[in-house]
C-alpha cells in the first residue's frame, strides 16, 4: 500500500498538474468508488493539494473538496496542457488510460483529463465540504506525523504506552501517520531493532536512533518519487523508484550489507511481511 513518500509524491504533483484546471465534467464508471454529488465539483476551479496521512485532498474554489485513499491499487494519471512531455506510461497502469481499470474520470478544461484507475476497487474518493475535511473521523484519529509534527518527545511518548511490537507501532495509523510496511522494515534495520521488540522494552538511546532513521527512510522513499513496487504510479504516469534503493525490505536470503555475517530473513507479523537481520538487529 502507497505509504507517506508516496501519497505526498502524488500530492506534489497532482498539484502541479492541476493547478489552475477547472473540473467541466466528471464521468463515474463505478459508482461504489465515488462517494458524494459530482454535481457540487462540477465548474469548479482547482486550487489546491493537501495530504492527511494516506489520504490526499483536492481544493477547489467553491467550498468543495475531492477526497482520496488510493488503498492497494489505486492510481492518478494527469494528461493534459500542464504536462507537456509525458513519459511512457508505466505496464503498471494495467489496461491503459481509459481503460477496463479505469473506474472515474474527471474531465478538465483546456483538454485536461485526470484518470483514476483502480484494479483491486479497494480506493475511494469523496466529494466534502472544505470546512468538513479536518473533521473527518479518520482525520482526526490520525496520529502526528514524522517530517511534520511528530516530535522525538511525541515519539517517546508513544511508544512507552506500547507493549505490542515496535514494528506494529510504526505502522498504527493511529499512533503516528504515514509509516507503512515498506519504510517500517527499512527503519528498523537502520536502527538494529528487531522487529518484534515490545515498544515500550526500547531504551532511549534507540528511540533517537529510530526516530532519526524514519526520518531518513522517509526522505530517501520522498527523494526517489516513491516506491513502485506494487502498483503506485505517479501521476505523470511514470514510475517512483525507491524499490531500487530499500535496505532491507524484499531482500530476503540476500547477504546483509551492513554486517555480511548473516542472509536476510523473512517472517509474517500482524499479517505482513517482514525482513530482518538476525545479527544486527537482536
Ligand atoms: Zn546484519
Same mark, same amino acid.
Given at each position: 500500500?502507497?505509504?507517506?513518500?508516496?501519497?505526498?509524491?502524488?500530492?506534489?504533483?497532482?498539484?502541479?498538474?492541476?493547478?489552475?484546471?477547472?473540473?467541466?465534467?466528471?464521468?463515474?464508471?463505478?459508482?461504489?468508488?465515488?462517494?458524494?454529488?459530482?454535481?457540487?465539483? /462540477?465548474?469548479?476551479?482547482?486550487?489546491?493539494?493537501?495530504?492527511?496521512?494516506?489520504?490526499?485532498?483536492?481544493?477547489?474554489?467553491?467550498?468543495?473538496?475531492?477526497?482520496?485513499?488510493?488503498?492497494?491499487? #489505486?492510481?492518478?494519471?494527469?494528461?493534459?496542457?500542464?504536462?507537456?512531455?509525458?513519459?511512457?506510461?508505466?505496464?503498471? /497502469?494495467?489496461?491503459?488510460?481509459?481503460?477496463?481499470?479505469?473506474?472515474?474520470?474527471?474531465?478538465?478544461?483546456?483538454?485536461? /483529463?485526470?484518470?483514476?484507475?483502480?484494479?483491486?476497487?479497494? #480506493?475511494?474518493?469523496?466529494?466534502?465540504?472544505?470546512?468538513?475535511?479536518?473533521?473527518?473521523?479518520?482525520?482526526?484519529?490520525?496520529?502526528?506525523?514524522?517530517?511534520?509534527?511528530?516530535?522525538?518527545?511525541?515519539?517517546?511518548?508513544? *511508544?512507552?504506552?506500547?507493549?505490542?511490537?515496535?514494528?506494529?507501532? *510504526?505502522?498504527?495509523?493511529?499512533?503516528?501517520?504515514?509509516?507503512?510496511?515498506?519504510?517500517?522494515?527499512?527503519?528498523?534495520?537502520?536502527?538494529?531493532?528487531?522487529?518484534?521488540?515490545?515498544?515500550?522494552?526500547?531504551?532511549?538511546?534507540?528511540?533517537?536512533?529510530?526516530?532519526?532513521?524514519?526520518?531518513?527512510?522517509?526522505?530517501?522513499?520522498?527523494?526517489?518519487?516513491?516506491?513502485?513496487?506494487?502498483?503506485?504510479?505517479?501521476?505523470?504516469?511514470?514510475? #517512483?523508484?525507491?524499490?531500487?534503493?530499500?535496505?532491507?525490505?524484499?531482500?530476503?536470503?540476500?547477504?546483509?550489507?551492513?554486517?555480511?555475517?548473516?542472509?536476510?530473513?523473512?517472517?509474517?507479523? #500482524?499479517?505482513?511481511?517482514?525482513?530482518?537481520?538476525? /545479527?544486527?538487529?537482536?
Amino acid at each position: 500500500m502507497p505509504e507517506l513518500p508516496e501519497v505526498e509524491t502524488m500530492r506534489i504533483q497532482l498539484a502541479k498538474y492541476l493547478a489552475g484546471h477547472k473540473i467541466l465534467a466528471v464521468e463515474i464508471r463505478n459508482r461504489k468508488t465515488f462517494q458524494g454529488d459530482e454535481k457540487k465539483i /462540477v465548474g469548479a476551479k482547482i486550487t489546491g493539494t493537501r495530504r492527511f496521512g494516506k489520504v490526499s485532498v483536492i481544493d477547489l474554489a467553491n467550498g468543495y473538496s475531492v477526497l482520496t485513499h488510493v488503498k492497494l491499487t #489505486g492510481q492518478y494519471i494527469y494528461r493534459g496542457p500542464n504536462l507537456k512531455n509525458p513519459s511512457k506510461l508505466s505496464a503498471k /497502469v494495467t489496461g491503459g488510460i481509459p481503460g477496463p481499470h479505469t473506474l472515474v474520470i474527471f474531465n478538465l478544461d483546456r483538454g485536461g /483529463v485526470l484518470y483514476y484507475n483502480d484494479v483491486r476497487r479497494f #480506493g475511494w474518493i469523496r466529494i466534502e465540504k472544505t470546512e468538513d475535511v479536518e473533521k473527518e473521523k479518520f482525520i482526526v484519529k490520525l496520529g502526528p506525523e514524522p517530517l511534520k509534527d511528530l516530535t522525538l518527545e511525541i515519539f517517546k511518548s508513544i *511508544l512507552s504506552k506500547s507493549g505490542r511490537p515496535i514494528k506494529i507501532v *510504526l505502522m498504527d495509523q493511529t499512533k503516528m501517520g504515514g509509516v507503512g510496511n515498506i519504510y517500517a522494515n527499512d527503519a528498523l534495520w537502520l536502527s538494529k531493532i528487531n522487529p518484534k521488540t515490545p515498544a515500550k522494552e526500547l531504551q532511549n538511546d534507540k528511540i533517537t536512533e529510530l526516530y532519526k532513521a524514519i526520518i531518513s527512510v522517509l526522505k530517501a522513499g520522498l527523494k526517489y518519487g516513491g516506491a513502485s513496487e506494487l502498483a503506485f504510479v505517479t501521476p505523470d504516469g511514470a514510475e #517512483g523508484e525507491y524499490q531500487n534503493h530499500t535496505l532491507v525490505y524484499g531482500h530476503e536470503g540476500e547477504p546483509c550489507e551492513r554486517c555480511h555475517k548473516s542472509l536476510i530473513k523473512k517472517f509474517f507479523l #500482524g499479517g505482513r511481511g517482514t525482513y530482518f537481520c538476525p /545479527v544486527c538487529q537482536v
